[in-house]
């Protein structure tokens, strides 16, 4: 069973930085695209961020700038981080990540962690 688990989120007040991370576990043979999409309330899902087995990365223009994605392909771990965050960046954050698990690829979630921007 594979699993996605995110990890730091928190409150961080207007202006301030915050990384987030999440960590791939189970029976998985390879990773390729890793990325990361945000939830505001009563809002869709969001993609923010993703970058592939070979970190190349790709971003959405509203965080372009401020947020950085990276990855340790050795620890199955994709890091999120942000700088300059603003009130509407407050959201649940999900890590998303594009696994080979037995003889088939398959897109699996975390189950999100709350980011607080307080302005």
């Known amino acids: 069973q594979v699993q996605l688990v995110e990890s730091g989120g928190g409150l961080v007040q207007a202006g301030g930085s915050l990384t987030v991370s999440c960590v791939a576990s189970?029976?998985?043979?390879?990773?390729?695209?890793m990325g990361w999409y945000r939830q505001a309330p009563g809002k869709q899902r969001d993609f923010i961020a993703q970058?592939?087995?070979?970190?190349?990365?790709n971003y959405a223009d509203s965080v372009k700038g401020r947020f950085t994605i990276s990855r340790d392909n050795a620890k199955n771990t994709t890091f999120l981080q942000m700088n300059s965050l603003m009130a509407e960046d407050t959201a649940v954050y999900y890590c998303?990540?594009?696994?080979?698990?037995?003889?088939?690829?398959?897109?699996?979630w975390g189950q999100g962690t709350q980011v607080t921007v307080s302005s």
């Open positions: 189970g029976r998985l043979d390879r990773i390729s695209t």
């Open positions: 970058i592939t087995a070979g970190h190349s990365t």
């Open positions: 998303n990540a594009y696994i080979h698990e037995g003889h088939r690829w398959d897109s699996y």
